[in-house]
């Protein structure tokens, strides 16, 4: 196919001229930054479509008619030229590439595999960008603000859509990641685990109902309530994390003028190293059993000691023990101290100074492991109050508590040793990986929407989105095309790469 690109570059070439003088012409001298700025933007912008138009053509131009390989070895005739729409970054564009078809047999455009074309229109560049967005704010601001800067139209659904596909590889991803430096490593290797709501679209919980689901929505659809419907239904997201920290040694004492804000002097905490956090509506076996996964590539030969920090949901330390049974499980003291709390407002309200100095004395004897004796003390104190009283059920019901985690709770020991006693980290994934977002103003969701969110927010959040999209890349062109991608092309564009 003959293509005379003489006229288009000489355009393109007039185009930059005019550039050129845009920014050094007399008219310069009265613009202001803002007004010039905008104007180059959109000037470059325009550029950069005819750019790679060019490129697109030229590489038409190159393409061979000759037969093509097909199934069982046959040869397949050229048929004609096939239109294709590509929606880039710059914008619209279309184009004919070569098409060969034979009778009985899957027509071919070999083009499409050697430009390494995604499966839909939308270029890798574009729908990444406006994940970028959406893994922070709503589809809908995501949409808006591709429209505001690049003048672009991107429907909702083919971003949703998007990021349904393009999450598909993450946990294949972190399969084959290379190991962290063993000098990289602290010696203790800490797991946390956590739930945490989300809001769902109500035919993610018509089975916690009798009768018919209602009209399916969106992701982020509302459906009328019916009769007796709470307002919203949640389901839990399994949030983890693992990393690996220097111990950092404190006495019983100094932890507790860390919680009740006194003026001692504070060391210097360890960071933890090479974090890695995620989390799903999969459920606690396979979000666990992923964990355990993860916990196994970290555990070499840098790891000492082995922690595994949660509240005291039975389940999921159940499911803990069962899947990380080499880890001691810590009860996370934060959650502990909560409950002391909430015992000192049953026994004292919430205006009698009496109650942060009964807290504090618990608090410190459960930190030097007394735990037996604040126990006891619990229960009888519960026993001189009223049977059918309040403050009563309380401490029973944190005497329990304590007692049904008693063995997870040998604070003196931990801290001895210099381990983490509080789950601020997983804490931290809860709040901001998952409530964050899956909990903006009126959203619900269905399971596959938000797991694919989360996934790709905890990529984001883990420093690893652009190395992660081109494994997904890679990965793709192989699946869609057979064969492995060539990317010797990346060198040679490093090297030609504008300073």
Known sequence: MSFNSTPMIHQLRTDFE??????????????????????LFRQVLRLGLKLLQL????????????????????????????SLDYFSIFGKLTYERAYFYTPGQAGLSPLDAALSLPARCYSDLLMESAEVLAVDGAYDKSVEVLSRLLGLSVPKLALETSVTEHSSLVQAFYAQQAPVPVEDEGPILVVQADGKGVPMVRRETADLRTGPPRPRAGDMGKVRRGKGDKKTRKKEAIAIAVYTIVPYRRTPQEVVDALFKKDRPVSDRPAPSHKRIFASLKGKPASLQLLADWAAQRDGPAIQLRVAL??????????????????????????????????????????DPHRAVWVETQALDLLSSRTAQVIQRLEDKAKTLKPRSQARRVLQQVAGYLR???????????????????????????????????????????????????????????????????????????????VPLDESWLDLAERLEIN
């Open 18 to 39: 005019q550039l050129l003088t845009l920014v050094t012409g007399p008219e310069a001298q009265t613009a202001t930054l803002n007004q010039m700025e905008r104007s």
């Open 404 to 482: 049904r985690n008693q063995a997870h709770m040998d604070y003196a020991t931990y801290l001895q040793r210099g381990w983490p006693i509080g789950t601020g980290v997983i804490e931290g994934v809860c709040r901001h990986l998952v409530k964050d977002r899956l909990e903006l103003s009126g959203m619900r969701w269905a399971k596959a929407g938000a797991n694919a969110l989360l996934a790709l927010r905890a990529v984001n959040e883990n420093g690893d989105w652009d190395e992660y999209h081109q494994f997904r890349r890679t990965q793709r062109h192989e699946q869609l095309y057979g």
């Open 310 to 351: 949660t509240d005291g949901a039975k389940a999921l330390q159940d499911q803990l023990q069962m899947k990380l049974s080499h880890f001691t499980l810590v009860l996370d003291f934060i959650h502990v101290d909560e409950y002391l709390w909430k015992a000192g407002t049953a026994l004292y309200g919430e205006t």
């Open 55 to 82: 490129f697109l053509m030229t590489r038409v131009a190159a393409e061979s008619h000759a037969p093509q390989p097909g199934a069982d070895q046959t040869r397949v005739p050229y048929h004609s030229q096939k």
